[in-house]
């Protein structure tokens, strides 16, 4: 891409440069430069958040810039305007002091947002795609993926997982194809917009050390002056999707769920913040499981602030919640994931923690903690308290993701199936070990409080596997067969895995030259299904040689490539996703 954002660790200032092609025809492979080049348009200087203007890393097509409002004050009072330039000016001095330290990888925008990662205006629909192949008939409804995309130039540290979240949708009928893609509205994205910058602080790109505990202080105190509104939540909205109790939801950790609708035409629209009619007053994790059988959904949220550090809680079909079980915690603990049986959730309680008096030391408040011993709760589905928990050490375990769990009653235990990753905290904190993500079964003894592990995959095979999912028909109940992400190169997917679990066996579809995915989605045929594999795997996937972007659907028995739909617009790479048939659309709250 012709536009380069000119970052130097030195430099008192963010100076953003771009050329007449920038909006047009970038070059594939350079969506992010930062050298020093002589700017040939224009030049934006940012001394602080509030000056920061959009992102201007657009893909390869002709397409509108976001519309950025400009700064609204018109409602603040004498107080509140002096109050924002003192907030302003003290926001300078923090980002004069940040840059001159060069940031670690983990939150370097030049790493984190770069090629692929970098993100894209929003897409209205464009209709009858072009497709090679034949879209299988039984595929009826639409195809959903969450990511990040940040709508602001970072000015200071920036995570992936920092970026506002925007769904990318793909609605199929009759063979036929549409695409759009659309933010998702949250508190803090309707409020920036509003304002005209990113003035909400990034939980891991800029929560960090002493300048961490400064934007936490400049954020509040601007909400104490009524400049902006935090009471109504910070999140994202960025991860996960699930669709219950006739509403799609939009879902990061640190946040209540975000209800969006499609459309008749596929279109989305954010309808809001969704609290379950006033039940859910915490944040809810991005990983909610729904039981195939009963259709319940069940949930986890965590706080890293107060006591109880971690709740769980279940909802009935209709969306009727349960009371909370608290789960005391030594420590608050990163909860990204978890697993149900048929009986139990099984919940990890593993070495990432966050110790939020390190910032007063300069340090991450997300850090590993080798003190600590890995283990996993197994509690029954229905309880209602925490003293039927069962614990069971694990050692040296952390998985980012679980696949699937179920009860072996023949030998007591819980089998839990995840990728174990080695350094546990890698994501957040820049490490110069490999990174490994290696699939594991974990068998939890009920009985004698004892665990073993075990890799599936025989060492000739071993490779990094992370994002995925079993037939979500047979979620909690044993599993011959888990779809997940080849992350190879790392961070990147050059296919994905067909894993027998037991056996170990592995197939592979690679999707070949300079192309790369995300989440390979299971989806099953339908009630007519021969078996467990009887379906089909949908992926978002991106030629970085060619600058385009298309949704593969491979068949998942034979792993031959069934369809391509070739999409309008570059689909960055991004999380997890989900399916909504036809008929479920029709009855959307």
Same mark, same amino acid.
């Given at each position: 891409?012709?536009?380069?954002?000119?970052?130097?660790?030195?430099?008192?200032?963010?100076?953003?440069?771009?050329?007449?092609?920038?909006?047009?025809?970038?070059?594939?492979?350079?969506?992010?430069?930062?050298?020093?080049?002589?700017?040939?348009?224009?030049?934006?200087?940012?001394?602080?958040?509030?000056?920061?203007?959009?992102?201007?890393?657009?893909?390869?097509?002709?397409?509108?810039?976001?519309?950025?409002?400009?700064?609204?004050?018109?409602?603040?009072?004498?107080?509140?305007?002096?109050?924002?330039?003192?907030?302003?000016?003290?926001?300078?001095?923090?980002?004069?002091?940040?840059?001159?330290?060069?940031?670690?990888?983990?939150?370097?925008?030049?790493?984190?947002?770069?090629?692929?990662?970098?993100?894209?205006?929003?897409?209205?629909?464009?209709?009858?795609?072009?497709?090679?192949?034949?879209?299988?008939?039984?595929?009826?409804?639409?195809?959903?993926?969450?990511?990040?995309?940040?709508?602001?130039?970072?000015?200071?540290?920036?995570?992936?997982?920092?970026?506002?979240?925007?769904?990318?949708?793909?609605?199929?009928?009759?063979?036929?194809?549409?695409?759009?893609?659309?933010?998702?509205?949250?508190?803090?994205?309707?409020?920036?917009?509003?304002?005209?910058?990113?003035?909400?602080?990034?939980?891991?790109?800029?929560?960090?050390?002493?300048?961490?505990?400064?934007?936490?202080?400049?954020?509040?105190?601007?909400?104490?002056?009524?400049?902006?509104?935090?009471?109504?939540?910070?999140?994202?909205?960025?991860?996960?999707?699930?669709?219950?109790?006739?509403?799609?939801?939009?879902?990061?950790?640190?946040?209540?769920?975000?209800?969006?609708?499609?459309?008749?035409?596929?279109?989305?629209?954010?309808?809001?913040?969704?609290?379950?009619?006033?039940?859910?007053?915490?944040?809810?994790?991005?990983?909610?499981?729904?039981?195939?059988?009963?259709?319940?959904?069940?949930?986890?949220?965590?706080?890293?602030?107060?006591? @109880?550090?971690?709740?769980? $809680?279940?909802?009935?079909? %209709?969306?009727?919640? =349960?009371?909370?079980? *608290? &789960?005391? /915690?030594?420590?608050?603990?990163?909860?990204?994931?978890?697993?149900?049986?048929?009986?139990?959730?099984?919940?990890?309680?593993?070495?990432?923690?966050?110790?939020?008096?390190?910032?007063?030391?300069?340090?991450?408040?997300?850090?590993?903690?080798?003190?600590?011993?890995?283990?996993?709760?197994?509690?029954?589905?229905?309880?209602?308290?925490?003293?039927?928990?069962?614990?069971?050490?694990?050692?040296?375990?952390?998985?980012?993701?679980?696949?699937?769990?179920?009860?072996?009653?023949?030998?007591?235990?819980?089998?839990?199936?995840?990728?174990?990753?080695? @350094?546990?905290?890698?994501? $957040?904190?820049?490490?110069? %070990?490999?990174?490994? =993500?290696?699939?594991? *079964? &974990?068998? /939890?003894?009920?009985?004698?409080?004892?665990?073993?592990?075990?890799?599936?995959?025989?060492?000739?095979?071993?490779?990094?596997?992370?994002?995925?999912?079993?037939?979500?028909?047979?979620?909690?109940?044993?599993?011959?067969?888990?779809?997940?992400?080849?992350?190879?190169?790392?961070?990147?997917?050059?296919?994905?895995?067909?894993?027998?679990?037991?056996?170990?066996?592995?197939?592979?579809?690679?999707?070949?030259?300079?192309?790369?995915?995300?989440?390979?989605?299971?989806?099953?045929?339908?009630?007519?299904?021969?078996?467990?594999?009887?379906?089909?795997?949908?992926?978002?996937?991106?030629?970085?040689?060619?600058?385009?972007?298309?949704?593969?659907?491979?068949?998942?028995?034979? /792993?031959?490539?069934?369809?391509?739909?070739?999409?309008?617009?570059?689909?960055?790479?991004?999380?997890?996703?989900?399916?909504?048939?036809?008929?479920?659309?029709?009855?959307?709250?």
């Amino acid at each position: 891409m012709a536009s380069s954002y000119v970052l130097s660790p030195n430099a008192a200032k963010l100076n953003l440069s771009f050329a007449p092609s920038d909006l047009d025809a970038p070059s594939p492979s350079s969506s992010v430069s930062y050298t020093n080049t002589k700017p040939r348009r224009r030049k934006f200087s940012t001394n602080s958040v509030t000056d920061s203007p959009a992102l201007l890393n657009f893909p390869n097509y002709p397409s509108p810039t976001p519309i950025i409002p400009e700064k609204d004050t018109s409602h603040w009072n004498p107080l509140q305007r002096a109050a924002s330039a003192a907030f302003d000016f003290a926001e300078s001095a923090l980002l004069s002091r940040e840059r001159s330290q060069p940031l670690p990888k983990t939150v370097d925008p030049r790493h984190q947002i770069s090629g692929n990662y970098a993100p894209v205006p929003e897409q209205s629909v464009k209709s009858s795609l072009s497709v090679t192949g034949k879209i299988p008939d039984c595929i009826d409804g639409v195809y959903l993926r969450n990511g990040a995309n940040p709508l602001f130039e970072p000015v200071s540290g920036h995570h992936l997982f920092d970026g506002d979240g925007m769904v990318h949708a793909v609605k199929i009928s009759n063979g036929d194809a549409s695409y759009s893609c659309r933010f998702t509205e949250t508190e803090r994205l309707v409020q920036e917009k509003r304002i005209g910058s990113p003035i909400f602080p990034k939980a891991i790109g800029e929560l960090h050390g002493h300048s961490g505990v400064a934007r936490l202080m400049l954020f509040y105190a601007r909400g104490l002056f009524g400049l902006l509104n935090h009471r109504n939540g910070t999140g994202v909205a960025n991860a996960g999707l699930v669709y219950f109790h006739d509403r799609l939801l939009a879902m990061s950790e640190d946040d209540l769920p975000y209800q969006v609708r499609v459309t008749d035409n596929g279109d989305l629209e954010t309808v809001g913040r969704f609290d379950f009619d006033g039940q859910l007053n915490s944040a809810m994790i991005a990983h909610p499981k729904i039981d195939p059988e009963t259709k319940e959904l069940f949930a986890l949220s965590y706080d890293v602030v107060k006591k @109880p550090y971690l709740k769980y $809680f279940r909802f009935s079909p %209709e969306g009727e919640k =349960s009371p909370d079980v *608290e &789960i005391p /915690l030594a420590s608050p603990t990163m909860m990204h994931d978890f697993a149900i049986t048929e009986n139990f959730v099984v919940i990890p309680d593993q070495q990432v923690v966050f110790k939020l008096s390190d910032m007063f030391l300069g340090k991450s408040p997300v850090k590993y903690d080798g003190e600590k011993v890995s283990r996993f709760g197994i509690l029954p589905k229905n309880a209602e308290d925490v003293s039927e928990m069962i614990w069971v050490e694990s050692p040296d375990t952390f998985c980012f993701h679980l696949w699937n769990a179920w009860e072996s009653p023949e030998t007591d235990e819980v089998v839990v199936i995840g990728s174990c990753m080695t @350094p546990a905290d890698s994501i $957040f904190n820049e490490c110069d %070990e490999q990174l490994n =993500s290696v699939l594991s *079964e &974990i068998r /939890l003894n009920l009985k004698t409080g004892k665990s073993t592990r075990r890799t599936i995959i025989p060492g000739s095979d071993q490779m990094n596997l992370e994002a995925g999912m079993v037939n979500r028909n047979l979620l909690g109940r044993k599993t011959r067969y888990a779809y997940l992400a080849i992350a190879e190169p790392w961070p990147k997917v050059s296919g994905f895995a067909k894993v027998d679990l037991s056996t170990g066996e592995v197939k592979n579809h690679f999707y070949g030259g300079k192309k790369y995915g995300g989440e390979p989605f299971f989806l099953p045929r339908g009630l007519e299904s021969d078996g467990e594999d009887d379906g089909y795997i949908m992926s978002f996937v991106h030629d970085e040689e060619g600058w385009k972007s298309e949704l593969q659907i491979v068949n998942a028995v034979t /792993l031959e490539l069934e369809a391509i739909v070739k999409l309008p617009s570059r689909v960055p790479y991004g999380f997890h996703g989900t399916f909504v048939k036809s008929a479920d659309m029709l009855n959307q709250a």
